[in-house]
């Protein structure tokens, strides 16, 4: 039978992003998505102008004719939220979806290079910080490990070596770990190597472990690369992938669709050319 996945984010005509991004990978790896949109809008937020439909409002007609539907599903997996009520329609979709066999993947969506989006208030923060809380995987960024943990970032990525950055990240991840995700994927994770080599890497951490999934640094920042490995990993987790063949397999398929990108002279708003590798994640 086939998984499905009920997948909270926004919608974006372009951009490459958010849930034309789930959609795209969580089908090709053989799993349905059920959307529920937070917004729709004309282009994602990065372009000089865009058109954004609200959909808060709209969140908890989803919730009841699903729950009327009988709806079950094997996985819940939000992204982007534009405000503390969109959070708290989220917590009433677990109150009523959420089963012990299903899991909780939350993308904090929160910032990027130590500073966190403009609209994220000390009120939203901590409402994202329970959420994450109640999840079994989270996918930050190191800017959203370290706005979700209340530690300086730039204390983190000032460590004298990149063993040294990566044990720091480690301590930071199984810290909140402790508190409430089994499992956090710290991603995006620049450092260079002995050699000299400019890496990108993941970072996967459990109360226990943690691995680093590196790959060579391409170039190029993207709009859409955190939505297209966060939905590789839910995809996955919902068809039982153990969760290092899927952060390694969505290392690869990004590399692939960032070294094209930056071939072609992508703009970065419009997102990675990764449509031609989704017969990787197959």
């Known amino acids: 039978m086939t998984k499905k996945i009920a997948v909270i984010n926004d919608l974006s005509g372009f951009g490459r992003c958010s849930l034309t991004a789930a959609i795209s990978v969580l089908s090709a790896m053989g799993v349905q998505a059920c959307p529920l949109p937070t917004a729709i809008l004309t282009a994602q937020t990065g372009y000089p102008s865009y058109y954004c439909d609200d959909y808060t409002d709209k969140m908890e007609y989803f919730r009841i004719e699903w729950e009327k539907m009988g709806q079950q599903f094997d996985g819940i997996y939000t992204g982007f939220v534009a405000g503390e009520k969109q959070v708290r329609q989220i917590f009433r979709f677990l109150d009523t979806f959420r089963r012990p066999d299903a899991f909780l993947l939350v993308d904090p969506v929160m910032g990027d290079d130590g500073v966190p989006y403009p609209f994220y208030t000390a009120s939203l923060l901590e409402q994202m910080r329970k959420l994450t809380l109640q999840a079994d995987i989270i996918t930050p960024n190191l800017t959203e490990l370290c706005l979700l943990t ?3 970032y730039r204390s983190v ?8 950055l990566v044990e720091a990240i480690q301590e930071i991840g ?9 499992n956090v994927i710290v991603t995006g994770i620049h450092y260079q190597d002995t050699d000299g080599t400019k890496k990108m890497g993941n970072l996967l951490i459990t109360p226990e472990n943690s691995a680093l999934f590196s790959f060579p640094y391409v170039g190029g ?12 990993i839910a995809a996955g987790c919902a068809r039982g992938d153990s969760l290092p ?3 390694k397999r969505a290392g690869e398929f990004l590399e692939l ?6 071939k072609e ?13 989704l017969s990787l994640l197959i």
């Open 221 to 232: 920042s993207y709009s859409g690369t955190g939505d297209l490995f966060a939905s590789c």
């Open 265 to 277: 002279h992508i703009p970065r708003n419009d997102g990675v050319n990764y449509e031609q590798y």
């Open 150 to 152: 209340d530690t300086d």
């Open 257 to 262: 669709a960032l070294i094209d990108s930056v």
């Open 157 to 164: 990525i000032s460590q004298s070596s990149p063993g040294r």
């Open 174 to 182: 199984k810290g909140f770990c402790r508190q409430g995700p089994e």
């Open 245 to 247: 063949s899927i952060i």
